[in-house]
């Protein structure tokens, strides 16, 4: 059994309007010299073998077909 997380967040120069709300709330909750704020999603998954390779592979392929809009995102896999 392989343990897998993946990371994706939006690309450099894509718009990030949840960022910058939560940016906004966190100043209104007085957190001062908060900046830069860009939101994303974390998966952690269960890979049911234990061919680390073949993991990643198919964690991979779910990145590309489904986990992240590779158009706007990038992604990163983290295997234990």
């Known amino acids: 059994m392989i343990k897998a997380r993946v990371v994706v967040t939006l690309k450099n120069g894509v718009l990030d309007p949840q960022g910058k709300a939560i940016e906004g709330a966190l100043s209104a909750l007085d957190f001062s010299g908060v900046g ?3 939101q994303g999603k974390v998966f952690d ?3 049911d073998h ?9 964690v991979k392929s779910m990145c590309e077909k489904l986990l992240a809009n590779t158009v706007i995102e990038n992604y990163t896999i983290a295997l234990s």
């Not at 234990?50 to 198919?58: C, F, Q």
């Open 45 to 47: 998954l269960v890979i």
């Open 36 to 38: 830069g704020v860009r």
């Open 50 to 58: 234990d061919d680390k390779a073949k993991a990643e592979a198919d």
